[in-house]
């Protein structure tokens, strides 16, 4: 797949902003934050209130769409280009996963989670939870405010998520998708089967 003009022109998604900085790593995201034209004190702030890796990238970009006037997929080709990385990058945050066969049933798949598989997914997830919590859907703006409810607590921040994704009914698959994004489908499945 590669970008056409009506990509290129369009502003990418909270989601697809977390899908990018996650395939990148720190140091190429900081040179892309200049490159989109951030100013270093934005960085250093963000650094100080993030100071997980994974959420640093996610938080630095998701800065960068709320400060620019066109945050558009064609800013950031263009920035990827001036800090060497391959601009086809883009097209993998748009790129749909398909769930593996696993020791889940297909039929179980379809069903809402319960809160028993939502904490004991809360209690293994690790520091991923805001790449996580993007991947399901929740918008920027939802997952600082859920950082900062729960600055030092993991966990808590983790069953805030699922808490707010639980609302919207939707089916394992969303979450079984969510946490192939994530790279962490061993541990949805092993606790999904027990």
Same mark, same amino acid.
């Given at each position: 797949?590669?970008?056409?003009?009506?990509?290129?022109?369009?502003?990418?998604?909270?989601?697809?902003?977390?899908?990018?900085?996650?395939?990148?790593?720190?140091?190429?995201?900081?040179?892309?934050?200049?490159?989109?034209?951030?100013?270093?004190?934005?960085?250093?702030?963000?650094?100080?209130?993030?100071?997980?890796?994974?959420?640093?990238?996610?938080?630095?970009?998701?800065?960068?769409?709320?400060?620019?006037?066109?945050?558009?997929?064609?800013? $950031? *080709?263009? &920035?990827?280009?001036?800090?060497?990385?391959?601009? +086809? !990058?883009?097209?993998?945050?748009?790129?749909?996963? %398909? /769930?593996?066969?696993?020791?889940?049933?297909?039929?179980?798949?379809?069903?809402?989670?319960?809160?028993?598989?939502?904490?004991?997914?809360?209690?293994?997830?690790?520091?991923?939870?805001?790449?996580?919590?993007?991947?399901?859907? $929740? *918008?920027? &703006?939802?997952?600082?405010?859920?950082?900062?409810? +729960? !600055?030092?607590?993991?966990?808590?921040?983790?069953? %805030? /998520?699922?808490?707010?994704?639980?609302?919207?009914?939707?089916?394992?698959?969303?979450?079984?998708?969510?946490?192939?994004?994530?790279?962490?489908?061993?541990?949805?499945?092993?606790?999904?089967?027990?």
């Amino acid at each position: 797949m590669s970008l056409g003009e009506l990509e290129i022109e369009q502003c990418p998604t909270d989601q697809q902003i977390g899908r990018l900085a996650a395939g990148l790593k720190q140091e190429v995201v900081k040179e892309l934050f200049v490159h989109l034209e951030m100013p270093m004190n934005k960085w250093d702030e963000i650094e100080h209130n993030y100071p997980c890796s994974a959420d640093l990238k996610m938080f630095a970009m998701w800065a960068w769409k709320q400060k620019a006037e066109m945050p558009t997929f064609g800013a $950031l *080709k263009y &920035a990827l280009t001036k800090v060497n990385q391959d601009f +086809h !990058k883009l097209c993998e945050v748009f790129r749909e996963v %398909e /769930i593996p066969s696993c020791s889940i049933p297909t039929d179980t798949l379809t069903c809402i989670p319960d809160e028993s598989i939502l904490e004991n997914l809360s209690n293994s997830i690790g520091n991923d939870n805001m790449q996580l919590g993007l991947e399901l859907g $929740l *918008k920027g &703006a939802e997952l600082q405010d859920i950082a900062f409810q +729960h !600055k030092t607590r993991l966990m808590e921040q983790t069953r %805030e /998520i699922f808490r707010r994704w639980s609302k919207r009914r939707q089916p394992l698959s969303v979450l079984a998708k969510a946490f192939i994004r994530i790279d962490k489908f061993g541990v949805f499945t092993r606790c999904c089967s027990n």
